[in-house]
């Protein structure tokens, strides 16, 4: 072996040696393979939080954190949400190719939206949920009790069946986070429209009047404006995938249990939930009404630095990136343009954001430990002016990274990874 590719451990205390093969990578830094550390030295390694492992070999997407970047399947976003639909990322995550034409995009929206409804029995599960439930906890509980209705999946087998299954779970999401608001709000259900588009079916199912109609002006039925369908379409693709984040790397262990993949899902959901990852968004609102006026922020600033106080600035700071969020950059020009053309936003939280921007990013505290807009920071501003409700940010969260979440769980099953299980560090008596 080159040693190049090998590591060299010294147990100083003993003074042996051992040696360890670097795995190849085709972006990014190479991973010393310690598969067998504990067999071949006695020992273990510790890493909380996982800040220094990869718990897996991916094809699905790559980040590199210094310099901001961010590729699906090898593609920067930039690109991807300029050129193409959300269903076309789907397609990408899910199969690894871009649709080929537009015939193979329709061809793969147009089998979405055959699979948007649900059995009429998991419909009635929403009855069994206080109403004012988090959105959130009845979507990870509907979403584990589609495994009941699709228990074929259990023995998942061929390319097709992933393919089905991922389908039906993307078509299937904008439906229960729509289900859910409605029974929050104790309003009937709108069924989804097969006519319309991914993002204008799920506006329909949230805003229109039983019979699914929407709200009536002197001008007549008021329509769903393009330019929200443009904008809610760019948002569920720059929230797609992210590698091995909480609630991917939450899904990929469950799945390794080999149990029902829409089970592995809910646990997936359930992960993102928390305030740390994409419960930020709604935290993120919470923040700025706290705020109140851009005069307010030096002194805001000032306490999320107190390290005596665990407040911490939402919508800032990444495991990953030391540099800019990429989707970040992409959802502030966005919200940009979306005023210049006509969509009304918040001024007074866009400006209170962008002077928390000014003010962090010119900061010692921020400068040191790297801390920049994660994709959580303006992404609630907008959805704020697409009138979407707060409590539906993080399903909106939900419902885009879906297709990452299944992409990860067909690569998971077909890599016949070991289950997950990692050691601990005993501390007890
Ligand atoms: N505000 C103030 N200080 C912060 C923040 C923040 N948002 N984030 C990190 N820090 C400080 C932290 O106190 C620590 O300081 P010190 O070295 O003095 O102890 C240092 O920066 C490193 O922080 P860490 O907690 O070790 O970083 P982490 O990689 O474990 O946590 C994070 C990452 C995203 C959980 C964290 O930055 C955070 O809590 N951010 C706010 C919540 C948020 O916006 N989450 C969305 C993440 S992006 C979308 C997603 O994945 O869902």
């Known amino acids: 072996m080159d040693n190049k590719n090998t590591v060299t451990l010294i147990n100083n205390s003993t003074g042996e040696k051992f040696e360890f093969n670097l795995?190849?990578?085709?972006?990014?830094?190479?991973?010393?393979?310690?598969?067998?550390?504990?067999?071949?030295?006695?020992?273990?390694?510790?890493?909380?939080?996982?800040?220094?492992t990869a718990g897996c070999k991916s094809t699905v997407s790559y980040i590199d954190g210094q310099n901001g970047i961010l590729l699906y399947r090898g593609i920067p976003i930039q690109d991807l949400v300029e050129k193409y639909s959300f269903t076309d990322i789907c397609?990408?995550?899910?199969?690894?190719?871009?649709?080929?034409?537009?015939?193979?995009?329709?061809?793969?929206?147009?089998?979405?939206?055959q699979l948007r409804y649900l059995n009429e029995g998991l419909i009635d599960i929403f009855k069994a949920f206080p109403d004012n439930a988090h959105p959130m906890a009845n979507l990870s509980s509907a979403v584990g009790a589609l495994s009941t209705f699709y228990r074929g999946y259990i023995e998942i087998g061929d390319d097709d069946d992933y393919e089905m299954m991922a389908k039906r779970m993307i078509a299937k999401i904008p439906t229960l986070v729509a289900f859910s608001y409605r029974h929050s709000i104790g309003y009937p259900y709108i069924y989804p429209d097969v006519s319309l588009s991914y993002v204008e079916n799920f506006l329909l199912m949230l805003r229109a009047f039983?019979?699914?109609?929407?709200?009536?002006?002197?001008d007549g039925e008021v329509q769903i404006d393009p330019l929200e369908v443009e904008a809610l379409d760019k948002i569920f693709t720059l929230h797609a995938e992210h590698g091995q984040n909480a609630s991917t790397t939450t899904v990929r262990n469950v799945a390794s249990t080999g149990v029902h993949p829409y089970a592995a899902i809910s646990a997936g959901i359930n992960a993102l939930?928390?305030?740390?990852?994409?419960?930020?968004?709604?935290?993120?609102?919470?923040?700025?009404?706290?705020?109140?006026?851009?005069?307010?922020?030096?002194?805001?600033?000032?306490?999320?630095?107190?390290?005596?106080?665990p407040f911490r600035l939402m919508g800032f700071g990444h495991r990953v990136y030391k540099n800019y969020d990429p989707r970040a950059k992409v959802l502030k020009k966005l919200k940009d343009d979306l005023a210049k053309k006509g969509i009304k936003i918040n001024d007074r939280f866009s400006d209170i954001a962008e002077k928390v921007e000014e003010v962090a990013l010119t900061d010692d505290y921020f400068i040191e430990r790297k801390l920049y807009?994660?994709?959580?920071?303006?992404?609630?501003?907008?959805?704020?002016?697409?009138?979407?409700?707060?409590?539906?940010?993080t399903p909106i969260f939900a419902i885009g990274r879906m297709p990452g979440w299944c992409a990860h769980v067909i690569e998971h099953i077909k890599s016949g990874a070991r289950i997950t299980r990692p050691r601990q560090v005993y501390e007890g008596k």
């Open 210 to 218: 039983p019979g699914g109609k929407l709200k009536y002006t002197l």
């Open 91 to 113: 397609s990408l995550l899910i199969s690894g190719k871009l649709p080929k034409d537009d015939k193979e995009s329709k061809e793969f929206e147009l089998d979405l939206r």
């Open 373 to 393: 807009p994660n994709v959580d920071f303006y992404s609630g501003i907008i959805l704020s002016a697409l009138k979407i409700p707060v409590s539906l940010f």
């Open 23 to 52: 795995i190849e990578c085709t972006r990014g830094p190479k991973a010393i393979d310690f598969g067998k550390l504990f067999e071949t030295t006695g020992i273990f390694s510790y890493d909380p939080g996982y800040a220094s």
């Open 273 to 309: 939930w928390g305030p740390s990852h994409g419960g930020a968004n709604e935290k993120v609102l919470d923040q700025l009404a706290e705020i109140g006026n851009v005069k307010n922020v030096n002194k805001f600033i000032q306490r999320v630095k107190d390290k005596n106080d």
